[in-house]
């Protein structure tokens, strides 16, 4: 295996660590549970790293009692 190789592996473990990263951080915060938790990773799945804004900016929706 040749240093480019090792690059490009290193660099794509990377790129894949930073798109995990928001779900990482939607799936550890307490600020949701249950199915308002999968709905907002479904959104950031589906629709796009946005959602992940909204999700630092209006979770959560609905109000704990």
């Known amino acids: 295996m ?3 190789a ?3 592996m290193g660099l794509l ?3 894949g660590l930073i798109w995990l990263l928001p779900l990482l ?3 550890s915060s307490g ?3 249950g199915k ?3 709905a907002w990773l ?3 799945i589906f629709v796009s790293w ?3 804004i909204f999700y630092f900016l209006l979770a959560p929706i609905k109000k704990k009692n």
Request: zero cysteines; glycine letters at 4%; aromatic letters at 8%.
């Open 6 to 8: 090792v690059i490009e």
């Open 36 to 38: 308002e938790k999968i």
């Open 42 to 44: 479904l959104a950031v």
């Open 13 to 15: 473990a990377i790129i």
């Open 31 to 33: 600020k949701t549970t």
């Open 50 to 52: 946005f959602a992940w």
């Open 2 to 4: 040749g240093l480019l």
């Open 25 to 27: 951080i939607i799936i």
